[in-house]
T-cell receptor, first 111, second 114 residues
Framework: KQEVTQIPAALSVPEGENLVLNCSFT??????LQWFRQDPGKGLTSLLL?????REQTSGRLNASLDKSSGRSTLYIAASQPGDSATYLC??????????FGKGTKLSVKP | GAGVSQSPSNKVTEKGKDVELRCDPI?????LYWYRQRLGQGLEFLIY????????KSGLPSDRFSAERTGESVSTLTIQRTQQEDSAVYLC????????????FGPGTRLTVT
């Protein structure tokens, strides 16, 4: 059974800092890995999708990497801003499209 | 274009009543998924549709839960004889095709069973 773990559970950084969020999964037989942000009281916003054959994806200040063999993914956020404050979720995608989510990292970026 | 929409946004119901939650996926998306998020817990996968077919219902929490989809359009998640443990945010997502493509989520329906 796939299990997804995210470390740290919470992170507080000053504005402008670069940061890394970690995600690990137990079953390397994934179709893809997707990163989301969740703002309080709102739904999920998709950030990046990495297919199982890919090593990384980039979008603006965000870069996500995937190492299937070690069961790890990282989300790198460059030059963090207060607007980046949210909970970041990673999800491992199975063959039926079922996403198995971690519990998230709550990020707070202080001005 | 329009994203995934869900209705109602909030639903308060008495224990034992039936509820129906609705999801309108992005137009053209063949795959649709239901998840739930209980307070303080992670998102839990419930069921997926490829077109209007749901081949695997094993993720549904109990036989009080059922879901259907009309063609490649609207889906409804029905909970019969609601229990307090059913209180959660129910999220719907859709993707262009099953498994391979990015999933886009709706805003969710917050269900409270009193």
């Amino acid at each position: 059974k796939q299990e997804v773990t995210q470390i740290p559970a919470a992170l507080s950084v000053p504005e402008g800092e670069n940061l890394v969020l970690n995600c690990s999964f137990t079953d390397s037989a994934i179709y893809n890995l997707q990163w989301f942000r969740q703002d309080p009281g709102k739904g999920l916003t998709s950030l990046l999708l990495i297919q199982s054959s890919q090593r990384e994806q980039t979008s603006g200040r965000l870069n996500a990497s995937l190492d299937k063999s070690s069961g790890r993914s990282t989300l790198y956020i460059a030059a963090s801003q207060p607007g980046d404050s949210a909970t970041y979720l990673c999800a491992a995608g199975g063959s039926q499209g079922n996403l198995i989510f971690g519990k998230g990292t709550k990020l707070s970026v202080k001005p | 274009g329009a994203g995934v929409s869900q209705s109602p946004s909030n639903k308060v119901t008495e224990k034992g009543k039936d509820v129906e939650l609705r999801c309108d996926p992005i137009s053209g998306h063949t795959a649709l998924y239901w998840y739930r998020q209980r307070l303080g817990q992670g998102l839990e996968f419930l069921i997926y549709f490829q077109g209007n077919s749901a081949p695997d219902k094993s993720g549904l929490p109990s036989d009080r839960f059922s879901a259907e989809r009309t063609g490649e359009s609207v889906s409804t998640l029905t909970i019969q004889r609601t229990q307090q443990e059913d209180s959660a945010v129910y999220l719907c997502a859709s993707s262009l095709e099953l498994a391979v493509y990015e999933q886009y989520f709706g805003p969710g329906t917050r269900l409270t069973v009193t």
